[in-house]
């Protein structure tokens, strides 16, 4: 079992261009979550997806989307990067919304 | 505003020792509280706590959670090398939204 797997693991983007970021999970959760992560700053709830077909903003989404394609699969994406998007990005899931949430190994991202 | 405040921001102590970690939390409707463990990649789950007084305990790590005050605390006795990591708290909030602490980074010398 693989768990929770992302990729890519490393991007670097120029200012304005887009990109996709992929979650999958083998663990046969509902719920999936993508969150960022910066220095001091611990990490910030981007979107989730309490189940298959929903998707809800977390507490930063402005410059993001997400697609909940499957019940495994999870994507984010930035339609044109910014600089201030520069930040590890992981995706976790959970069996249901109140339970703990298991995390992806993350993707850094830098925009310049 | 939704707020969760961890303290120390780190912590240096010897090995053999005991540590205790602080959350406090403010938010608008408390659903659980959880503590993971960050080494150099994804965080890992520790524990998940609701109820009010209840001790959650993992080995040498425990945890407890005062909803009337609203904090909690994790300990960690006998500390190893191996503990050292940063500590992240976590609030899950009434609409399923999630607020983190910016964490506690404990390192523990030989």
């Known amino acids: 079992n693989a768990g929770v797997t992302q990729t890519p693991k490393f991007q670097v983007l120029k200012t304005g261009q887009s990109m996709t970021l992929q979650c999958a999970q083998d663990?046969?959760?509902?719920?999936m979550y993508w969150y960022r992560q910066d220095p001091g700053m611990g990490l910030r709830l981007i979107y989730y997806?309490?189940?298959?077909?929903?998707?809800d903003k977390g507490e930063v989404p402005n410059g993001y989307n997400v697609s909940r394609l499957n019940k495994r699969e999870f994507s984010l994406r930035l339609e044109s990067a910014a600089p201030s998007q520069t930040s590890v990005y992981f995706c976790?899931?959970?069996?249901?919304?109140?339970?703990?949430?298991?995390f992806g190994p993350g993707t850094r991202l830098t925009v310049t | 505003e939704d707020k969760v405040v961890q303290s120390p921001l780190s912590l240096v102590v010897h090995e053999g020792d005991t540590v205790t970690l602080n959350c406090s939390y403010e938010?608008?409707?408390?659903?659980?509280l959880l503590w993971y463990k960050q080494e150099k990649k994804a965080p890992t789950f520790l524990f998940m706590l609701?109820?009010?007084?209840i001790e959650k305990k993992s080995g040498r790590l425990s945890s407890i959670l005062d909803k009337k005050e609203l904090f909690s605390i994790l300990n960690i006795t006998a500390t190893q090398t191996g503990d050292s990591a940063v500590y992240l708290c976590?609030?899950?909030?009434?609409?399923?939204?999630?607020?983190f602490g910016a964490g506690t980074r404990l390192t523990v010398k030989p």
């Open positions: 976790a899931t959970s069996r249901h919304t109140d339970y703990e949430q298991y």
């Open positions: 609701t109820s009010s007084g």
């Open positions: 663990m046969n959760h509902n719920s």
């Open positions: 938010v608008t409707n408390f659903r659980s």
């Open positions: 997806s309490a189940s298959e077909g929903t998707t």
């Open positions: 976590a609030v899950r909030v009434d609409n399923n939204d999630m607020r």
